[in-house]
């Protein structure tokens, strides 16, 4: 029995294991008192008039952002700190070269300390929820125990939280335990470890997206893709879309894309009028994570989006560069870390670096501190942080696709993979079959911009955009990826895109954002047997009149840069492969090598 005032009602539906485990976890923390979600409308309402009351949020102008609230973090806490993100296993072999690692029973006894007395004065809540559409076969039960309202309001969001947990988990002691405290949020005492033989993550000193909300990238990614292996499915950094032809041929397609390559965009491409008139529609099933397993009657892989809500960039997002994200935070969203704007009648509005309204004359920015446009330019300061975020519910998105809630899942008739290449890497080609596929998106490289810390401009390899989220050993990540191709007996088709192609001028050579409509289209009739393409050194490319450009004002010399292959400039990327292939000398899997020289061969 637990000391502490707990509310019955809800405890009560949790079965005798998650019981233990909590109250094992209250002992540690030592909370005033405990509070069992039950993911109601009501819990919510209350959940944000305490915030609102305690400045955790701040309620927007309801007139211009009905249901909005506006939370400022802790000005060291705005991103995921992978530098202190732990796979903590018994052996380091088990987490390989890409990973941090700690010892398991190390980081217990590190973090224990910690968690012991975290929570005294305040409240522990916990969140039952589920990844994953109810009732699919890979839907997952996590619960988790945190001292943040705002973290349970996000999940809220992003999960499908409450009874509907207690109901898919039934009996059953198969959940991630997920211990989250934001701590004193200092940076020195903050650690994200995760302990995949335990089914468990304990995250401490952080209360910002992937280090907080452990649903997602800690749950959905790192633990889902070490038990995706052992359980022959796939967990991806992915965004998941549907692109309906004209007469309803309908092709699901997942796609993964460094950050900075406009994943959220894509996910919500609005097709140019022309594509629109003639009946082509795209629509979302998710935008950063998806789980895919061959279904055992097609033989197909299908795919599901585990989360349920959209936690986005805002800085850039615009009625031009994506309006259908513009609609999902248009109501009932959380802001963090953007700019806040007082009004005159005492309410408060929003504003972000390339939105959709003028500077305002005077705001406060992600800091808390005053900004003007003077004060911004003076201090190269910005208003709304590069990397502040918007929390919405995927019910809000007009394009939303009606089969994100299918449990079946959706059939996936193509894989994309995307980099920011300036050069080198043409605008489309299609993979030669699974396994050269699987090399494309290992060897996957994009630039750095001026978002992330460090130079500019440079090439990183981030292996299927997964280099923070691969849960295991990258050699059994990348073996596991191959070995997928013998359990389907029809595997989508793997292609490579690149939108950032720049000329000798630097300017960009393809217009981007609902123009990718474009290429989709010839990627989506490549799916379907019905276009053109030729052989090339890297893959099957389209050809210049293979891919239609009606209306785009391309001149013809930017189309042939756009698709040129310069032998010289392939082989330099193969060179550049060589620093993630001596990362995994030794463990490389061969197929990796042989898929190197067959490219050389070509050349
Ligand atoms: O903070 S999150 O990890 O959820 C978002 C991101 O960094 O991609
Ligand atoms: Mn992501």
């Known amino acids: 029995?637990?000391?502490?005032?707990?509310?019955?009602?809800?405890?009560?539906?949790?079965?005798?294991?998650?019981?233990?485990?909590?109250?094992?976890?209250?002992?540690?923390?030592?909370?005033?008192?405990?509070?069992?979600?039950?993911?109601s409308a009501g819990e919510r309402q209350a959940l944000i008039s305490d915030a609102v009351e305690d400045g955790t949020l701040?309620?927007?102008?309801?007139?211009?952002?009905?249901?909005?609230?506006?939370?400022?973090?802790?000005?060291?806490?705005?991103?995921?700190?992978?530098?202190?993100?732990?796979?903590?296993?018994?052996?380091?072999?088990?987490?390989?070269?890409?990973?941090?690692?700690?010892?398991?029973?190390?980081?217990?006894?590190?973090?224990?300390?910690?968690?012991?007395?975290?929570?005294?004065?305040?409240?522990?809540?916990?969140?039952?929820?589920?990844?994953?559409?109810?009732?699919?076969?890979?839907?997952?039960?996590?619960?988790?125990?945190?001292?943040?309202?705002?973290?349970v309001l996000n999940m809220g969001i992003m999960t499908r939280m409450g009874q509907v947990a207690w109901d898919q988990l039934g009996d059953d002691a198969d959940f991630t335990k997920c211990l989250h405290s934001v701590g004193d949020v200092n940076p020195d005492r903050r650690y994200i470890c995760h302990f995949p033989l335990d089914n468990a993550i304990w995250s401490f000193g952080s209360g910002y997206g992937g280090n907080a909300l452990l649903g997602k990238k800690c749950l959905a990614l790192r633990i889902a893709s070490f038990l995706g292996r052992q359980q022959d499915w796939m967990a991806e950094h992915m965004l998941l879309m549907g692109v309906e032809a004209p007469g309803g041929e309908k092709t699901y397609i997942a796609a993964a894309f460094p950050s900075a390559c406009g994943k959220t965009n894509f996910a919500m491409l609005i097709p140019p009028k022309k594509y629109a008139d003639a009946g082509w529609k795209v629509t979302t099933l998710g935008d950063d994570i998806v789980w895919m397993w061959v279904n055992p009657e097609s033989g197909r892989l299908h795919a599901i989006n585990p989360e349920a809500g959209y936690f986005g960039v805002v800085p850039g997002t615009n009625g031009r560069s994506n309006p259908n994200a513009m609609k999902c935070m248009a109501r009932d969203t959380i802001f963090t870390n953007v700019a806040l704007v007082p009004l005159d009648d005492g309410t408060y509005d929003v504003w972000w670096e390339d939105s959709d309204?003028?500077?305002?004359?005077?705001?406060?920015?992600?800091?808390?501190?005053?900004?003007?446009?003077?004060?911004?330019?003076?201090?190269?300061?910005?208003?709304?942080?590069?990397n502040s975020r918007f929390t919405a519910p995927m019910s809000n998105n007009p394009v939303l696709d009606p089969a994100a809630r299918d449990p079946a899942g959706v059939p996936v008739s193509a894989i994309i993979f995307g980099g920011r290449r300036s050069k080198t890497i043409p605008l489309v080609y299609q993979a030669f079959n699974w396994v050269h596929g699987v090399y494309i998106g290992a060897t996957i490289g994009s630039e750095t911009t001026a978002a992330a810390t460090g130079q500019t401009g440079v090439v990183r390899r981030d292996p299927m955009a997964m280099l923070p989220f691969i849960g295991y050993n990258i050699r059994d990540y990348l073996v596991h990826w191959f070995q997928m191709r013998k359990k389907m007996s029809d595997c989508p088709r793997v292609f490579m895109v690149n939108w950032f192609r720049k000329n000798d001028a630097g300017k960009f050579l393809w217009p981007g954002f609902?123009?990718?409509?474009?290429?989709?289209?010839?990627?989506?009739?490549?799916?379907?047997?019905?276009?053109?393409?030729?052989?090339?050194?890297?893959?099957?490319?389209?050809?210049?009149?293979?891919?239609?450009?009606?209306?785009?004002?391309?001149?013809?010399?930017?189309?042939?840069?756009?698709?040129?292959?310069?032998?010289?400039?392939v082989k330099a990327e193969i060179l550049s492969q060589e620093e993630l292939f001596l990362k995994l000398a030794g463990d490389l899997p061969k197929e990796m090598i042989f898929q190197r020289e067959l490219l050389i061969t070509r050349l």
């Open 514 to 569: 609902g123009e990718n409509m474009r290429v989709l289209k010839w990627i989506v009739d490549r799916c379907h047997g019905r276009a053109y393409a030729k052989e090339t050194i890297l893959g099957w490319m389209p050809r210049a009149e293979d891919i239609d450009l009606e209306g785009l004002n391309l001149d013809v010399d930017d189309i042939r840069e756009l698709e040129r292959v310069d032998p010289a400039e």
């Open 357 to 386: 309204w003028p500077a305002p004359k005077k705001c406060i920015n992600w800091e808390g501190k005053e900004w003007t446009p003077q004060i911004g330019k003076e201090k190269n300061m910005k208003a709304a942080h590069p």
């Open 1 to 39: 029995m637990l000391s502490v005032q707990e509310n019955e009602v809800a405890v009560e539906q949790a079965n005798e294991h998650v019981r233990t485990w909590v109250a094992d976890m209250a002992k540690l923390c030592k909370p005033d008192q405990i509070v069992w979600c039950d993911g």
């Open 58 to 151: 701040i309620e927007l102008n309801q007139k211009k952002w009905p249901g909005c609230h506006y939370h400022r973090s802790n000005s060291n806490d705005v991103a995921r700190t992978e530098h202190l993100t732990f796979i903590c296993t018994p052996s380091e072999d088990m987490v390989g070269p890409t990973n941090n690692y700690m010892n398991d029973r190390e980081a217990y006894k590190k973090l224990t300390p910690l968690f012991d007395g975290c929570m005294q004065g305040r409240t522990m809540y916990v969140i039952p929820f589920v990844m994953g559409p109810l009732g699919s076969p890979l839907a997952k039960v996590g619960v988790q125990i945190t001292d943040s309202p705002y973290v």
